[in-house]
T-cell receptor, first 109, second 113 residues
């Protein structure tokens, strides 16, 4: 089955700086890659997603890039704000989602 | 729309007890999923369903059972609770078509003592 690895497990950045979280996947048939944000005690919420026929997608301060050849994809958050502090999960899908283990992002004021 | 709802929010079980976690969605989604999330970890798929009457095992199905008699409901049954089943359980649903977004319920926190 699919295996998704996510790095780093924790990340601290100064407010206003950029944050990058990286994921790799094992199954070249995966064709859908969502990113979820989970605040403490809350449900995961989709923040951005990308399909395998697209290399990059941007939504305001959030962007995702996909390299199908290398089988990795990344989340980029620019101009970070305190409310960006949360756990972020990547996932890869061949019909069913396989999640990474999460990155705890802390924004330092 | 209420989206995906789950009950109860929190439950304490004794070892060997049984319980059913309820999940309901009002978005007419065909696909429904049950995940568990252990502390500091990602989500592991327990069972899923592609439509009423159809269910299949995910990554960690042992100790659980599901049924899908209607499109709206997808209950998860624990028959003999064990401490290893202490976790947060999330139900999710998604529709068909190009958008594959899974929408999650608020979760059920289960403690087995």
């Amino acid at each position: 089955g699919e295996n998704v690895e996510q790095h780093p497990s924790t990340l601290s950045v100064q407010e206003g700086d950029s944050a990058v979280i990286k994921c790799t996947y094992s199954d070249s048939a995966s064709n859908y890659f969502p990113w979820y944000k989970q605040e403490l005690g809350k449900r995961p919420q989709l923040i951005i997603d990308i399909r395998s026929n697209v290399g990059e997608k941007k939504d305001q301060r959030i962007a995702v890039t996909l390299n199908k050849t290398a089988k990795h994809f990344s989340l980029h958050i620019t101009e970070t704000q305190p409310e960006d502090s949360a756990v972020y999960f990547c996932a890869a899908s061949i019909g069913r989602l396989t999640f990474g283990t999460g990155t705890r992002l802390t924004i330092i004021p | 729309n209420a989206g995906v709802t789950q009950t109860p929010k929190f439950r304490i079980l004794k070892i060997g007890q049984s319980m059913t976690l309820q999940c309901t969605q009002d978005m007419n989604h065909n696909y429904m999923y049950w995940y568990r999330q252990d502390p500091g970890m990602g989500l592991k798929l327990i069972y899923y369903s592609v439509g009423a009457g159809i269910t299949d095992k995910g990554e960690v199905p042992n100790g659980y059972n599901v049924s899908r008699s209607t499109t709206e409901d997808f209950p998860l049954r624990l028959e003999l609770a064990a401490p290893s089943q202490t976790s947060v359980y999330f139900c999710a649903s998604k529709g068909t078509g190009k958008r594959e977004t899974q929408y999650f319920g608020p979760g059920t926190r289960l403690l087995v003592l």
